[in-house]
């Protein structure tokens, strides 16, 4: 599987943007960037995901380079319930062996930290 | 409202002793997972499961064991084989259709398990 390169941690303050960067250079023309966000104690939560377009959705924004070996989701207006360890990983095209369901590979994701 | 249900939410065993994790969910979704978190860590992919009464291994399936005889359901024993067996455990699905990598995760909230 691609593997992807996050920071281990970020600060923002509350009500101000947040940039969480991703670097994924061995992507493939397949590959979708996918985000997830896990809070403490709890199962990872489904944020957004993009092939090549950047995408809006009532969550966040992802933004893809041109050349697709990175992105960075946006958090418009970060509030204290942001605050959570954010996943960037890469979910392959599965073929007709399905064998890559559902194969997501979490690396340390960032921990973001809000600040009141 | 549909999603995923995780029993128990916490569990302690005794060395030696088998124990069995659930996992129900209503989304009617054909691909479901287990994967385990150590503290500080990504989560790691247990088995997995496309379609009834077929399961993967993932990476680190030694001491593990599941059954999918049924949809909704997917079973993770955790064997007196494990050898480091206090983790969070947590179970997901998704739907299979399509081979599309655009297919998200739903997570459960986590059974967290504890040997003593």
């Known amino acids: 599987d691609a593997k992807t390169t996050q920071p281990n941690s970020m600060e923002s303050n509350e009500e101000e943007p947040v940039h969480l960067p991703c670097n994924h250079s061995?992507?493939?023309?397949?590959?979708?960037i996918h985000w997830y966000r896990q809070l403490p104690s709890q199962g990872p939560e489904y944020v957004i995901h993009?092939?090549?377009s950047n995408v809006n959705n009532r969550m966040a924004s992802l933004a893809i380079a041109e050349d697709r070996k990175s992105s960075t989701l946006i958090l418009h207006r970060a509030t204290l319930r942001d605050a959570a360890v954010y996943y960037c990983?890469?979910?392959?095209?599965?073929?007709?062996?399905?064998?890559?369901?559902?194969?997501?590979?979490f690396g340390q994701g960032t921990i973001l930290t809000v600040h009141p | 409202d549909g999603g995923i249900t995780q029993s128990p939410k916490y569990l302690f065993r005794k060395e030696g002793q088998n124990v069995t994790l659930s996992c129900e969910q209503n989304?009617?979704?054909?691909?479901m997972y287990w994967y385990r978190q150590d503290p500080g860590q990504g989560l790691r992919l247990i088995y997995y499961?496309?379609?009834?009464?077929?399961?993967q291994k993932g990476d680190i399936a030694e001491g593990y064991s599941v059954s999918r005889e049924k949809k909704e359901s997917f079973p993770l024993t955790v064997t007196s084989a494990q050898k480091n067996p206090t983790a969070f455990y947590l179970c997901?699905?998704?739907?299979?259709?399509?081979?599309?990598?655009?297919?998200?995760?739903?997570f459960g909230a986590g059974s967290r398990l504890t040997v003593l």
């Open positions: 989304l009617n979704h054909d691909a």
């Open positions: 993009g092939l090549t």
């Open positions: 990983i890469l979910r392959a095209l599965a073929n007709a062996g399905g064998t890559s369901y559902g194969k997501l590979t």
């Open positions: 499961s496309q379609i009834v009464n077929d399961f």
């Open positions: 997901a699905s998704s739907y299979r259709g399509g081979g599309s990598g655009a297919n998200v995760l739903t």
């Open positions: 061995t992507i493939s023309g397949t590959d979708y």
